[in-house]
T-cell receptor, first 115, second 115 residues
Framework: GAGVSQSPRYKVAKRGQDVALRCDPI?????LFWYQQALGQGPEFLTYFQNEAQLDKSGLPSDRFFAERPEGSVSTLKIQRTQQEDSAVYLCASPGGQSSYNEQFFGPGTRLTVL | AQTVTQSQPEMSVQEAETVTLSCTYDTSESDYYLFWYKQPPSRQMILVIRQEAYKQQNATENRFSVNFQKAAKSFSLKISDSQLGDAAMYFC????????????FGTGTRLKVLA
């Protein structure tokens, strides 16, 4: 694809619901990152994949957050039993080419609002 | 811990004038990149300029340039001949060239361009 795409763009959930956020990285990009951007803040790292392997999940705020990338392309970030503090924009990014330290290209994000 | 600090929550500049956005960082990495990203309202984050820490020469991209002071851990962005389209949130970020390669972002500076 031409860029990183994310769906849905907007998600409203009632507290306690489970949500799933999808990221389609640029075709062929090996690495994939998830970030959480709270209102008025900079993005904060959540987790990192290289192909299908989740190499770092140190940024996931709780065990309610789970990410997967089973075939090394599309990734899903799942949040169980959503809480109001989970309201944020969730950004997906993939570095160009085969090197994980290359410039990260960001998707448009999914804005999650938990009521 | 790695940190990135942007001490200017908001800046204003007159159209066609020059503005400088400040950023300081702290990292234990020996090899890293520094970035400035632009995030227009409701639009996705795009890379403005990138500096490799091992390079002494300051990066430039058309109207955008940086002042990289490695010893002082300072990385400011200068925007010359400001245009209305430059209005956005600007985020400073650091990224390692090893390990997780995750980015550490500052809290952002909102730039307003006055006509």
């Amino acid at each position: 694809g031409a860029g990183v795409s994310q769906s849905p763009r907007y998600k409203v959930a009632k507290r306690g619901q489970d949500v799933a956020l999808r990221c389609d990285p640029i075709s062929g990009h090996v690495s994939l990152f998830w970030y959480q951007q709270a209102l008025g803040q900079g993005p904060e790292f959540l987790t990192y994949f290289q192909n299908e392997a989740q190499l770092d999940k140190s940024g996931l705020p709780s065990d309610r957050f789970f990410a997967e990338r089973p075939e090394g392309s599309v990734s899903t970030l799942k949040i169980q039993r959503t809480q109001q503090e989970d309201s944020a924009v969730y950004l997906c990014a993939s570095p160009g080419g085969q090197s994980s330290y290359n410039e990260q290209f960001f998707g448009p994000g999914t804005r999650l609002t938990v009521l | 811990a790695q940190t990135v600090t942007q001490s200017q929550p908001e800046m204003s500049v007159q159209e066609a004038e020059t503005v400088t956005l400040s950023c300081t960082y702290d990292t234990s990495e020996s090899d890293y990149y520094l970035f400035w990203y632009k995030q227009p309202p409701s639009r996705q984050m795009i890379l403005v300029i990138r500096q490799e820490a091992y390079k002494q020469q300051n990066a430039t991209e058309n109207r955008f340039s940086v002042n990289f002071q490695k010893a002082a851990k300072s990385f400011s962005l200068k925007i010359s001949d400001s245009q209305l389209g430059d209005a956005a949130m600007y985020f400073c970020a650091s990224g390692a060239r090893s390990g997780t390669y995750k980015y550490i972002f500052g809290t952002g500076t909102r730039l307003k361009v006055l006509a």
